[in-house]
């Protein structure tokens, strides 16, 4: 009885570190149905997870690009192999603001996104997880940092003329 109330209680901690992880996390099945949306994606998308949950993910966001989505999700799905999208291909996946308002200088969250297969305990893949990480902080550096190089580049060759 003991081991069953201690993986019980495991399975609990575990649950509650995934849905308060500071990360999203979306878990869809090869009909693109949530089965996991948790409390990151609550808090920037307005969407509570009673909600998403069995909600087409692009019903819930009919904005996504759905072709280009489709396609990634489904080679998930297919390839079995996870893929990750960079906010330099991709600004953002789901169209969150940033929650830097006044310190900020993006209007929009910037996002890593990772897509991995899940494995059933058949080996099947019937759902993948959407790991989405809020990069903002590191694009708006970036850009800041190359706006100021290309800067200095002109008044470089400004100098030298």
Not at 30 to 40: K, T
Not at 46 to 68: F, M
Not at 76 to 105: A, D, H, M, N
Not at 110 to 137: E, F, H, M, W
Request: hydrophobic share 40%; charged share 20%; proline share 4%.
């Amino acid at each position: 009885m003991s081991n069953n109330a201690d993986g019980l209680a495991d399975l609990h901690w575990m649950f509650d570190m995934l849905h308060h992880i500071d990360v999203g996390l979306v878990v869809l099945d090869s009909s693109y149905q949530v089965q996991l949306w948790n409390s990151f994606m609550e808090n920037h998308s307005g969407v509570s997870s009673s909600i998403a949950k069995e909600q087409s993910l692009l019903a819930l966001y009919p904005e996504l690009d759905t072709g280009w989505l489709r396609k990634k999700l489904d080679n998930v799905f297919c390839l079995k192999t996870p893929i990750f999208v960079s906010w330099e291909q991709r600004p953002f996946l789901f169209p969150f603001k940033s929650y830097r308002p006044i310190t900020g200088i993006a209007d929009k969250m910037y996002q890593n996104v990772a897509i991995r297969p899940l494995s059933s305990p058949d080996g099947s893949i019937k759902q993948v997880c959407l790991v989405v990480y809020d990069v903002t902080d590191v694009a708006t550096n970036k850009m800041a940092l190359s706006a100021a190089n290309h800067k200095l580049q002109r008044l470089s060759q400004a100098l030298s003329k």
